[in-house]
């Protein structure tokens, strides 16, 4: 499974961007998928998940912000980040979990993903 993260940018605080993750040959629906964000100088972590069944979890620091869905084509996983602040600046990377159906969080950090692409750098400036 390959996967292509996009639509990162720079965006002004208070600002929205919308990021994307396309899997090359796969159906994402069929396994959780997920977002985690590496800021400099500070461990990957898990931003949102969404599982097999639509489930969503999130990071306490994005929920109400940010929306984790499933696009109409069964290969592609959105990323809705509103009310962007400085702190959510990282490069930002998807993930899937071919071995399972849901969403393992432990730590701040969804366990077992086997496919990540690679990331797009989300700028937040004032």
């Known amino acids: 499974v390959q996967l292509q993260a996009s639509g990162g940018g720079l965006v002004q605080i208070g600002g929205s961007l919308r990021l994307s993750c396309a899997a090359s040959?796969?159906?994402?629906?069929?396994?959780?998928t997920a977002w985690f964000r590496q800021a400099p100088g500070k461990e990957r972590e898990g931003v949102a998940c969404?599982?097999?069944?639509?489930?969503?979890k999130y990071a306490e620091s994005v929920k109400g912000r940010f929306t984790i869905s499933r696009g109409n084509a069964k290969n592609t996983v959105y990323l809705q980040m509103n009310d962007l602040k400085s702190d959510d600046t990282a490069v930002y990377y998807c993930?899937?979990?071919?071995?399972?159906?849901?969403?393992?969080?432990?730590?701040?950090?969804?366990?077992?993903?086997?496919?990540w692409g690679k990331g797009t750098q989300v700028t937040v400036s004032s």
């Open positions: 040959s796969s159906n994402l629906d069929a396994y959780p």
């Open positions: 969404i599982s097999s069944t639509g489930h969503e």
């Open positions: 993930a899937t979990d071919i071995d399972s159906l849901v969403c393992m969080e432990l730590g701040g950090f969804y366990q077992g993903m086997d496919y």
